[in-house]
Every structure is written in structure tokens, then in C-alpha cells.
Nanobody
Framework: QVQLGESGGGLVQAGGSLRLSCVAS????????MGWFRQAPGKEREFVAA????????YYADSVKGRFTISRDNAKNTVYLQMNSLKPEDTAVYYC??????????????????WGQGTQVTVSS
């Protein structure tokens, strides 16, 4: 069993930055890919970014490419999402997830087996 806990969300003005962190517990964490998803009010949850088990391969949604960076520190059991040039449309609850099966970046929800509780990110205009 893997448990995930996100932190780092908050209120920021448009153009600002935030860094989200997700700490994982469970001995299988380091073997599998990790991802970030988000859900805005009234919308379905959507993919944001994913990273392979080694950190050597990443994948981003077009809407965040060039602004967000996903990274991981397996020694600290932590995955990060650095968010720069934030826009009001980035406002959402952000969730981290880990796959219990795949080592390559996964961009769809069915590929993930464990989810965090989410952290709110609000970008004001």
C-alpha cells in the first residue's frame, strides 16, 4: 500500500509561482511512475504532468508545457510540480498519483493506482 500527501498549494496572483510537493510512503514508490492531475470546479479531472520512475522521462499536458516542471527525489520519496507563470485557468485542486504497474510516464487516470487527497491552487487575476 502506498499513501500520498500533497502540500504547497495556496493563493497566488497571475504570473506568480508555486511549488507543489507530494510525499509518498510505501516501499514500492520508487519503482513506478508518478503524475499530477487537477480538477477545476465543474470540470472533470485532467492530466497535468507525469514522470518515469527514474525521473529521466517526463510528459506534460499542452496547457502547461513550458510553464510547469515535474521532478522527483527518490531519496526523499517526493515528487514536485514547479508551476511558473500561473494563470487564472490553472485554478484547481491538484492531485498527485502513483502507478503500481508502470515505470514510464502515464497520462491517463486508469494507469494510476494510488491518489493523494489534493491541494488547492487558486490563481487570482
Amino acid at each position: 500500500q502506498v499513501q500520498l500527501g500533497e502540500s504547497g498549494g495556496g493563493l497566488v496572483q497571475a504570473g506568480g509561482s508555486l511549488r507543489l510537493s507530494c510525499v509518498a510512503s510505501g516501499r514500492t514508490y520508487r519503482r513506478y511512475s508518478m503524475g499530477w492531475f487537477r480538477q477545476a470546479p465543474g470540470k472533470e479531472r485532467e492530466f497535468v504532468a507525469a514522470i518515469s520512475w527514474s525521473g529521466g522521462s517526463t510528459y506534460y499536458a499542452d496547457s502547461v508545457k513550458g510553464r510547469f516542471t515535474i521532478s522527483r527525489d527518490n531519496a526523499k520519496n517526493t515528487v514536485y510540480l514547479q508551476m511558473n507563470s500561473l494563470k487564472p485557468e490553472d485554478t484547481a485542486v491538484y492531485y498527485c498519483a502513483t502507478s503500481g504497474r508502470y515505470t514510464i510516464p502515464v497520462i491517463t487516470e486508469p494507469g494510476y493506482d494510488y491518489w493523494g487527497q489534493g491541494t488547492q491552487v487558486t490563481v487570482s487575476s
